[in-house]
């Protein structure tokens, strides 16, 4: 850990190989008054398994959380590890990616900001597998009034991964966090992520996540998230694309969130595109006094 005027804190060191299951890295150390908390180690090779990425370190009271480390390689891909929290006025740190096995590991999820901190940390990419990618990990909630984090994208393979969800934004205000894309795949593309939510007041829902290219079907995209008392609701994902000389079939559009008060209802997502497209996304309901209801997709 730093000290308290410190200006750095260690990162954690990496796991190591194993001939059955990797080391997982070593959490990052806790940053100081003014410094980000450090680095999470990535986890090592393991012939079975991979180790897990080490979490990053907290942020000291004025700064932002470590990112967490990338999960090792293996048969089994370890998972990455989570961001660190934010400090008292910090953001969240970003998530690990996961590892890359025939069973992939998942991306860690975005640090948690600090109470009066901005945003949540980006959750991490999902390793690329050799039957599933790994799913992307949530985005990290937001400070009292920051806003959610990016969901991880979906880890390639013939089958794409799922993109992580967006995170939740604080409780007076802020926005939602976009969902994570899906995957592309080789035979189905990842289904995009959900959007998040925002705070109570005031704050537009997050944008779900569109859905991965997949040679035989695209993914469906990611619904939108609610909306606060005043604030959009999120868009909904694009379903995914398709080769059009194929005989596949492009993903579904997600729907748009919906609003409560005063604004306007998210847009449904467009279908993806294939040798048969993907059905639109319904548009979000507006708000009960002046909002207006969102637009439906376009198959």
């Keep these: 850990a730093a000290g308290l005027l410190g200006a750095a804190a260690g990162n ?20 100081g008054l003014f410094s980000a908390g450090g680095v999470g180690g990535d986890g090592g090779f393991g012939v079975t398994k991979g180790g897990a990425g080490g979490v990053g370190g907290a942020g000291g009271l004025f700064s932002d959380g470590g990112s967490g480390g990338a999960g090792g390689f293996g048969v089994a891909g370890g998972d990455g590890g989570a961001g660190g929290s934010g400090g008292l006025f910090g953001s969240g740190g ?39 990618g790994g799913v992307g990990g949530a985005g990290g909630g937001g400070g009292l009034f920051g806003s959610g984090g990016i969901g991880g994208t979906g880890g390639f393979g013939p089958n794409g991964g799922k993109g992580g969800a967006g995170g939740n934004a604080g409780m007076f205000s802020g926005a939602g966090g976009a969902g994570g894309v899906g995957g592309a795949g080789t035979s189905t593309g990842g289904l995009g992520g959900v959007g998040g939510n925002a705070g109570m007041f005031s704050g537009d829902g997050g944008d779900g996540g569109a859905g991965g290219f997949g040679a035989v079907a695209g993914g469906n995209g990611g619904n939108g998230g609610k909306a606060a008392q005043i604030g959009d ?28 008060l005063i604004e306007n209802g998210g847009n449904g ?4 595109t294939g040798s048969t497209t993907g059905t ?3 548009g979000g309901i507006g708000g009960t006094l002046l909002g207006e209801d969102g637009k439906n997709g376009l198959p």
């Design 12 to 31: 954690g060191g990496i796991g190591g190989p194993g001939s059955t299951v990797g080391g997982d890295g070593g959490a990052g150390g806790a940053g």
């Design 269 to 272: 997502g467009n279908g993806g």
């Design 280 to 282: 639109a996304g319904a």
């Design 233 to 260: 609701g999120g868009n909904g994902g694009a379903g995914g694309q398709n080769s059009p000389d194929g005989a596949g079939k492009g993903g579904n559009g997600g729907a748009g969130g919906n609003a409560v």
């Design 94 to 132: 970003a998530g690990g990616v996961g590892g890359r096995g025939n069973t992939a590991g998942a991306g860690g999820g975005g640090g948690a900001a600090g109470l009066f901190g901005n945003t949540g940390g980006a959750g991490g990419a999902g390793g690329g597998g050799g039957t599933t």
